[in-house]
């Protein structure tokens, strides 16, 4: 989850409960489909609409984090999430600061 979106200087993600899927929950315990569901941010990135990367931030394995979009142009960009092997993409969008 990105917020707010469009954003003016700091933009929040945070990463919800996963539920494991149907065949998860016959295959594995218990313990191992809950480690499973609770995913961590170990990096963002954000690109601009040409792909450049803009900025790289690296995180402990958060649930939440705060990202500083101080001096970015107005405009859309890409954010990506990862947790070192899910990866997800979202659009943002920048406004006046």
Do not use: W
Request: charged content about 25%.
């Amino acid at each position: 989850q990105v917020s707010p979106n469009p954003s003016k200087g700091t933009l929040n993600v945070i990463v919800p409960n996963v539920p494991p899927r149907c065949d998860e929950s016959v295959s594995q315990s218990a313990s191992k489909i809950a480690a499973s569901s609770q995913r961590k941010i170990t990096e963002i990135k954000i690109y601009d609409n040409a792909g450049n990367l803009k900025l790289i931030q690296k995180e402990n394995k958060a649930k939440q984090a705060k990202v500083n979009l101080t001096g970015f142009k107005t405009g859309v960009y890409i954010i990506e999430v990862t947790d070192g092997k899910y990866r997800e993409k979202q659009q943002i969008i920048v406004g006046e600061q």
